[in-house]
C-alpha cells in the first residue's frame, strides 16, 4: 500500500519534473545545439534542408490526395487550401514521429553518457524533444508564411501557438522517456513503435478531414492528443476561430498524464540502464 502512495504521489508531483528539468537546463541547452547542428554538418546545403523536407512532403502529397484522390477540406477545391490543411497536420506529425522513433535506440546509442555517474542520463529524451521540435518551428514559419500567401490571413487567436508547442513537448517527451526506458530492456521495441507509428498517421486525421471518420468511431480521434493538436493549428491557423475547450481538456490532461508517468518510470528505471548496455 506505501509502494502504490509514494507512486501516486511521485505521478503528481509535476513541480519535482519541472525542477529537475530547470537543474539541468545547461546540459540540455548545450546538447540540444549541439544535436541539432549535427543533423546538417557536412552536408552542401545544410539548414536549408529543414525547410526543404516539409516542403517536398507537402507538395508531393498535395498531388497525390488533392489532384489525383480529389480529397478536400470543406467546401474549397482550392488545391492550396489543401496545402495549407496539410502542412497543418504534417508540420507536427513529423517532428512527433521522427523524435518517438528515435528515442528507441537513444539509450543504446550513448553508452559513454549513460555509464556516467554525475550524468543526468534523464535530459537525452528531452534534448531529442527539443532539436525535433526545432526543425519544427522551420516547418510551422513556412506554414505561416502559406496562410498568407493564400489570403486567409492570421488572427488573434495564433497566439495559442506556443501553447499547442508546449502540449506537444510535454506528449513527445513523456512518450519518449517511455520508449527509451523499454527500448534497453526490450530491442524489439524499436520495431514495433516504428510500426505503431506508420499505423497512428494513418489514423489521426492529417490527409483527410475527421468528417470522413464514421460517427462510432470518432472517440479514437478524442483519445488522440495529436489529432486533438492538429486539430487546434487548423482552428486557429485555417479557421481563426480558438480550440475547443473539449480539445484543449482532452490535449492537455493526456499529454501531461504522458508526460508525469514517463518521468516518473525513466528516474525509477534509469539506475539499471548500464547492466544492460
Not at 100 to 129: G, H, Q
Not at 135 to 163: M, N
Not at 208 to 214: Q, R, W
Request: aromatic letters at 16%.
Amino acid at each position: 500500500m506505501s509502494k502504490a502512495l509514494t507512486l501516486l504521489a511521485d505521478l503528481v508531483n509535476v513541480p519535482k519534473a519541472v525542477a529537475t528539468l530547470i537543474r539541468y537546463r545547461d546540459a540540455i541547452r548545450i546538447l540540444t545545439w549541439r544535436d541539432f547542428r549535427a543533423r546538417y554538418r557536412g552536408s552542401i546545403f545544410g539548414i536549408l534542408w529543414a525547410v526543404a523536407q516539409p516542403l517536398l512532403m507537402m507538395l508531393a502529397y498535395t498531388l497525390v490526395f488533392s489532384y489525383f484522390l480529389k480529397v478536400r477540406f470543406g467546401s474549397s477545391d482550392s488545391p492550396f487550401i489543401f496545402a495549407v490543411y496539410l502542412l497543418c497536420g504534417l508540420v507536427p506529425w513529423n517532428a512527433f514521429s521522427e523524435g518517438i522513433n528515435a528515442s528507441c535506440t537513444l539509450i543504446r546509442t550513448s553508452p559513454n553518457l549513460v555509464k556516467k555517474v554525475v550524468f543526468p542520463v534523464e535530459v537525452l529524451p528531452v534534448n531529442l524533444t527539443l532539436v525535433m521540435m526545432i526543425q519544427q518551428l522551420i516547418g510551422l514559419a513556412l506554414l505561416l508564411i502559406l496562410v498568407l500567401a493564400v489570403g486567409g490571413g492570421l488572427t488573434l487567436w495564433v497566439l495559442f501557438l506556443p501553447f499547442f508547442l508546449f502540449l506537444q513537448f510535454m506528449l513527445q517527451t513523456g512518450l519518449s522517456w517511455l520508449l527509451a526506458s523499454f527500448s534497453v530492456f526490450i530491442p524489439d521495441f524499436r520495431q514495433a513503435t516504428s510500426l505503431l507509428t506508420l499505423l497512428l498517421m494513418f489514423i489521426t486525421p492529417i490527409f483527410y478531414p475527421e468528417t470522413v471518420i464514421p460517427e462510432r468511431f470518432r472517440f479514437l480521434v478524442t483519445l488522440n492528443p495529436m489529432a486533438q493538436i492538429i486539430g487546434m493549428y487548423r482552428r486557429v491557423l485555417m479557421e481563426g476561430l480558438p480550440p475547443t475547450l473539449e480539445q484543449i481538456f482532452w490535449a492537455s490532461g493526456i499529454s501531461l498524464l504522458f508526460w508525469m508517468t514517463g518521468f516518473v518510470w525513466f528516474s525509477r528505471t534509469k539506475h539499471a540502464f548500464p547492466d544492460y548496455l
